[in-house]
Nanobody, 115 residues
Framework: QVRLVESGGGLVQPGGSLRLSCAAS????????MNWYRQAPGKERELVVR???????NYADSVVGRFTISRDNAENAVLLQMNYLQPEDTAVYYC?????????WGQGTQVTVSS
């Protein structure tokens, strides 16, 4: 079955960096767009960035120039490099894909930016 497992979250000071990973299995990874979402306390889940199967990307305005998404089709993984993190980036980050209309989410990984 489809499985998405995030890792790499943690506590970081403002201005710091983290790299999140999403390990995918149970489907032909290279054929599908992948997405990172985040949900901050008391807020709705929002799209952070999307990468198509061809490698095209779409970033939320709030992370442009700071976050970089990449995918490794050989390893069935999607990565999110997050630099210059700010307190407002604090959230649970989720990996997401949609396969023929079926939505799949990972369990999420907590990112906390605080001094």
């Amino acid at each position: 079955q489809v499985r998405l497992v995030e890792s790499g979250g943690g506590l970081v000071q403002p201005g710091g960096s983290l790299r999140l990973s999403c390990a995918a299995s149970g489907f032909t990874f290279s054929q599908y767009p992948m997405n990172w979402y985040r949900q901050a306390p008391g807020k709705e889940r929002e799209l952070v960035v999307r990468i198509t199967n061809g490698g095209s990307t779409n970033y939320a305005d709030s992370v442009v120039g700071r976050f970089t998404i990449s995918r490794d089709n050989a390893e069935n993984a999607v990565l999110l490099q997050m630099n210059y993190l700010q307190p407002e980036d604090t959230a649970v980050y989720y990996c997401y894909t949609n396969i023929f209309g079926q939505r799949y989410w990972g369990q999420g990984t907590q990112v906390t930016v605080s001094s």
